[in-house]
């Protein structure tokens, strides 16, 4: 019987939490209740976003980027960083960029809707 890699154990695992059951590798899940399986986020995609964060402090200060930071600074700042992902450059961590600026916007999303709202309205 030939051994399973851990990929294909982690595909066979089931889940559970209140109310939810989730079957990894079935294609479809249903989750009910407030559990998050923060365990399912790829540590390199984490390591790689915290980096870009201690990156930023390093430079411009911890958390600079709260201080009302343009929305369209940020969305400017993510496309450029795909333009260059897109045709191969390699001068910097572009798909960490990004994740950095869809981070960005998910916090002023939550905590400065007023400013997200302002670029919505300037964008129509």
Same mark, same amino acid.
């Given at each position: 019987? !030939? !051994? @399973?890699?851990?990929?294909?154990?982690? !595909?066979?695992?089931?889940? #559970? &939490? =209140?109310?939810? @059951?989730?079957?990894?590798?079935? &294609?479809?899940a249903t989750?009910?209740?407030s559990?998050?399986l #923060?365990?399912?986020?790829?540590?390199?995609?984490?390591?790689?976003? +915290?980096?870009?964060?201690?990156?930023? +402090?390093e430079i411009h200060?911890i958390n600079?980027?709260?201080?009302?930071? =343009?929305?369209?600074v940020?969305?400017?700042?993510?496309?450029?960083?795909l333009?260059?992902?897109?045709?191969?450059?390699?001068s910097?961590?572009?798909?960490? +960029?990004?994740?950095? &600026?869809?981070?960005?916007?998910?916090?002023?999303?939550?905590? @400065?809707?007023?400013?997200?709202?302002? #670029?919505? @309205?300037?964008?129509?």
């Open positions: 019987m !030939k !051994k @399973k890699t851990l990929h294909q154990s982690l !595909k066979d695992q089931t889940y #559970y &939490g =209140p109310n939810k @059951k989730i079957t990894v590798g079935k &294609g479809t989750r009910r209740g559990r998050l #923060y365990s399912t986020i790829p540590w390199e995609s984490l390591e790689s976003i +915290a980096k870009r964060f201690t990156d930023g +402090a200060g600079n980027w709260k201080d009302n930071m =343009p929305i369209h940020i969305i400017d700042h993510m496309i450029e960083h333009k260059k992902w897109s045709l191969g450059d390699t910097d961590d572009h798909l960490s +960029a990004i994740a950095w &600026g869809s981070c960005a916007l998910i916090w002023y999303s939550i905590h @400065k809707p007023e400013m997200v709202e302002e #670029y919505r @309205k300037r964008c129509a």
